[in-house]
């Protein structure tokens, strides 16, 4: 699905710019939208013969019934529908700040006493569908509540982390929000950079090189659990 654009040029804040319908069900009720605009401008004294817009949307022959539908602020539309489903699907104590962000807040305020394990799960958790309308949400969340972090305490949570912890840790150490931080916040205990180097080498090899680039070593005794 392409952009959509509000008269009053109102967005939300983290409706990607494209996305994907794959429900059967839902594809279905943009289907009867995009027949019912066409009928209606066809109605209306359009000339649709040969129309060669394709209104893959449904927006091009706009309606009461296709702007609900997909109008991101719509509460009732299928980019509503797509940030709940990924809110329900939060690990628990995120749920709250999950629906926060759904609904439209741009920087609510992070929960407190969610270990950072929890949010690098979140972040290499796989989706159903990856590429709905929440999947900028998806990656924008966690990397919220990781970026303010310090590395020592990444690092712990490294340790602490199941695969789908590992996916995310190595999609974060791995991205801008990491790799730009000063060197001297960039090492990282041999355990924890072990880790993530493996986990890479076995199932992100896009982000291996990265990763050795990158993570600085540290004295595995820096770390001290508090």
């Not at 794959?22 to 000339?47: M, N, S, Y």
């Amino acid at each position: 699905m392409g952009d959509f654009s509000r008269p009053d040029g109102a967005r939300h804040p983290h409706h990607p710019r494209s996305y994907e319908i794959t429900a059967p069900g839902e594809a279905g009720e943009v289907r009867a939208v995009r027949e019912l605009g066409r009928r209606l401008a066809a109605a209306a004294g359009d000339d649709l013969f040969g129309c060669s817009c394709g209104d893959d949307d449904g927006t091009r022959h706009a309606t009461p019934e296709s702007n609900r539908l997909l109008d991101p602020l719509s509460p009732d539309g299928i980019p509503a529908r797509h940030r709940a489903r990924w809110a329900a699907a939060a690990p628990l104590g995120l749920r709250e700040y999950a629906a926060a962000l759904a609904a439209g807040a741009e920087d609510p305020a992070p929960p407190r006493g969610v270990p950072l394990s929890v949010a690098f799960g979140w972040l290499g958790a796989v989706r159903p569908q990856p590429r709905d309308a929440a999947w900028l949400l998806a990656e924008r969340a966690p990397l919220r509540l990781l970026a303010g972090a310090a590395t020592v305490e990444l690092a712990w949570a490294v340790r602490e982390s199941d695969r789908a912890g590992l996916e995310g840790a190595v999609r974060f150490f791995a991205g801008e929000e990491f790799t730009t931080r000063h060197p001297k916040r960039r090492r990282v205990p041999d355990t924890a950079r072990d880790l993530l180097l493996r986990h890479a080498r076995s199932h992100r090899p896009g982000d291996l090189a990265v990763l050795e680039r990158r993570l600085l070593r540290a004295p595995e005794d820096r770390i001290r659990r508090s």
